[in-house]
């Protein structure tokens, strides 16, 4: 059996309030979970890596043959709780490490 690819997503979480790593993963999940169903929640593999909440700056790990619909499913929240959110994804790799690296240059809160 073949295992799958992981894909890590960059991303900056922008907000009107504090809102947690748990919140953004049920959030994500919820929201794919509406447009395609709980075959591709469980298959997608969503997990949040890390989030820093003062930068508002993220390593989400998806299985990248879902990448897309949880990329689509995030673009679509609009509040979590009663924070109005936007989801903006920065760069995706393949490894933490990568994304660690570019993010030393821009200065990112992530360790």
Not at 46 to 72: K, M, P, W
């Amino acid at each position: 059996m073949k295992g799958y690819r992981k894909r890590h997503v960059l991303f900056r979480l922008h907000s009107d309030g504090k809102v947690t790593d748990r919140e953004i993963a049920a959030a994500i999940r919820e929201s794919v979970m509406t447009l395609f169903g709980e075959l591709v929640v469980a298959d997608s593999r969503l997990y949040i890596h890390s989030f820093d909440e003062a930068t508002g700056t993220g390593i989400l790990q998806v299985n990248g043959a879902f990448l897309e619909e949880v990329l689509a499913a995030a673009a679509l929240i609009e509040s979590i709780g009663p924070s109005r959110v936007s989801f903006n994804p920065q760069r995706t790799s393949g490894t933490i490490r990568s994304l660690l690296e570019s993010t030393r240059s821009q200065s990112v809160g992530l360790q």
